[in-house]
């Protein structure tokens, strides 16, 4: 057993399989249209992603989300370390019971509902319109290239 170990650590290292050559995906000569021309001939989901129209959806989606996501959380946690820190300010009273930490608790809520909307908007104006001009553009491909298109 110990000889056949050792006679197989002697042995050389086998090479590795070469890697799997995978399509270039936004590389290559491109046309007027800004699309790759080897996407052209790929898989129809790599046409789709590398359209112009698609990042700038993609982008664009990114962007509003993290900036949102940014805001929502910054707010929370400023309420959080009001809450935990600067009691005195918290507790100052505004309205007969009411005080600022109630305020600011409310406002939570108040602004989760501003925040929502103001995306809602903003995604009916700027997103929605691409992505129903991709998703048309798509159908047209998908007619074209013969495919059956489920609603």
Known sequence: MVDHVQEASRKAPRKAPPAPRLPVVGGGPRDGDGRSR???RGPYTVRV????????LR????AATAILV????????????????????MSIQV????NVALLFGIGQFATTLVF???????AERCIDPLADEIH????RSAARNGRVVQP
């Open 38 to 40: 080897l996407a052209e």
């Open 95 to 98: 309205l007969g019971d009411i």
């Open 49 to 56: 992603g590398t359209d112009t129209r698609f990042v700038r």
């Open 59 to 62: 982008r664009r989606f990114a």
């Open 136 to 139: 048309a553009e798509s159908d």
């Open 116 to 122: 929502a909307w103001a995306f809602a908007r903003y």
């Open 70 to 89: 940014t805001v929502c959380l910054g707010w929370y946690l400023c309420y959080l370390y009001l809450t935990a820190y600067a009691r005195d300010f």
